[in-house]
């Protein structure tokens, strides 16, 4: 069964609001998770790793204001994306870091749509 | 940078034929080699790996062998099933990088009877 998930599957805004994507590990403490971003017909852009308890490491070129990261709890990340443009509409992808030697474990990835 | 090529779908095939889908990287050191499989509605699953030069990645019928000297790591099955249409991942994780992935483009495989 999926020990990751994410929520929602997919969303609409309007421009200039932000949303909120949750990346929950259903049944292991993550210390570590990943979030992707995938355009269409093209591979997946890591954009930062989440650490549980502190700041999130940005990818170059990731804009940290824009992408806000939280890893509160060691099961569960968000991922806010404020103030959304329409350039912003995406596919968002979580992982979670687990087991030895240590491996990806996906989500089935939010649809995020800005009108 | 590391960088992961692998071949444009989507690769329309009838059942029981054989697969190729190609990859090639480009990465300094010695990176492990991955294939993900993501199957509609669900997320990407590792479908095998292989951690050093002539290993043989293997799982449900799928094989890769990693190629130091062509720098290609290409997956192959010999009788495809219906029930193989996803779309591949072929990606790589480079030492000191953390667990970082970089991946390839994906290729949609659509398996028809």
């Known amino acids: 069964g999926a020990v990751v998930s994410q929520h929602p599957s997919w969303v609409i805004c309007k421009s200039g609001t932000s949303v909120k994507i949750e990346c929950r590990s259903l049944d292991f403490q993550a210390t570590t998770m990943f979030w992707y971003r995938q355009f269409p017909k093209q591979s997946l852009m890591l954009m930062a790793t989440?650490?549980?308890?502190?700041?999130?490491?940005?990818e170059q070129g990731v804009e940290k204001d824009k992408f806000l990261i939280n890893h509160a709890s060691l099961t569960l990340s968000t991922l806010t994306v404020t103030s959304a443009h329409p350039e912003d509409s995406s596919f968002y992808i979580c992982?979670?870091?687990?087991?030895?030697?240590?491996?990806?474990?996906f989500g089935p990835g939010t649809r995020l749509t800005v009108t | 940078g590391d960088s992961v090529t692998q071949m444009e779908g989507p690769v329309t095939l009838s059942e029981e034929a054989f697969l190729t889908i190609n990859c090639t990287y480009t990465?300094?050191?010695?990176?492990?080699l991955f294939w993900y499989v993501q199957y509609p509605g669900e997320g990407l699953q590792l479908l095998l790996k292989?951690?050093?030069?002539?290993d043989k990645g293997s799982n449900k019928g799928f094989e890769a062998t990693y190629r130091k000297e062509t720098t290609s790591f290409h997956l192959e099955k010999g009788s495809v099933q219906v029930s193989d249409s996803a779309v591949y991942f072929c990606?790589?994780?480079?030492?000191?990088?953390?667990?970082?992935?970089?991946f390839g483009t994906g290729t949609r495989l659509q398996v028809t009877l």
């Open positions: 989440s650490n549980e308890g502190s700041k999130a490491t940005y």
């Open positions: 990465a300094t050191g010695y990176p492990s």
């Open positions: 990606a790589l994780e480079n030492t000191g990088t953390a667990s970082k992935l970089t």
């Open positions: 292989a951690t050093k030069a002539d």
């Open positions: 992982s979670v870091l687990r087991g030895s030697p240590y491996e990806q474990y």
